[in-house]
């Protein structure tokens, strides 16, 4: 046999062998997606719900553009959520708005982990504090307690605070910012 017969052969198994395995009718392997192998159970779009306590009070409303839930991790995840926290004296007066980018609800430790674009909004308009900017929050669920170890800024009626690190208790009305405190107070009273 002469060169050209033999890469003549050659190539016609090799694209024999290509049609073979492009024909095996499997499915091509796609990408992991973030958990791994675990799919959601469920899926919701568009998702508010309203929590109340064993009294019937309203304590919070969460709305979610989307909802995945996954019970084998014991977490659900949200993208853009939103949560409306209610007074704990009458269930008629939100107090806070807290919204973020994506979060995940870890229904043990009863924990929302807020990221992205965290933003917290007081309700009130006399409030001294009326917004509370940082890249991540956690809410503990039962407490109204709020903390992070990020950078946080928070502004409000002629204040201006920047800082690492945030504890909050939403009930008590009680706000601390941690560490490398700078504020900025102006006196916007009329003489």
């Known amino acids: 046999m002469n060169r050209l017969t033999i890469i003549s052969v050659l190539l016609l198994v090799a ?21 791994g192998s675990y799919e959601p ?87 001294q504090i009326q917004t509370m900017t940082t890249p991540f929050l956690v809410l503990e669920i039962e407490s109204n307690q709020m903390h992070t170890d990020e950078n946080v800024t928070a502004t409000g009626l002629g204040l201006l605070m920047k800082g690492l690190g945030l504890k909050a208790d939403l009930n008590a009305e009680y706000i601390q910012v941690l560490q490398q405190v700078e504020s900025v107070y102006e006196n916007n009273r009329a003489n």
């Open 41 to 127: 159970d469920y899926v919701a779009h568009n998702l508010f719900n309203r929590n109340y306590d064993e009294s019937g009070r309203l304590e919070s409303t969460v709305f979610a553009e989307t909802m995945e839930s996954y019970p084998d991790l014991a977490m659900t995840i949200f993208a853009k959520p939103e949560v409306t926290i209610y007074d704990k004296n009458t269930d008629k007066l939100p107090t806070w708005h807290v919204s973020a980018s994506e979060g995940s609800h870890y229904p043990k430790q009863q924990q929302l982990q807020l990221r992205g674009s965290v933003t917290i909004r007081a309700k009130d308009p006399s409030s």
């Open 15 to 35: 694209a024999l062998m290509f049609n073979a395995v492009m024909d095996s009718g499997e499915e091509p392997v796609q990408e992991s997606n973030l958990w």
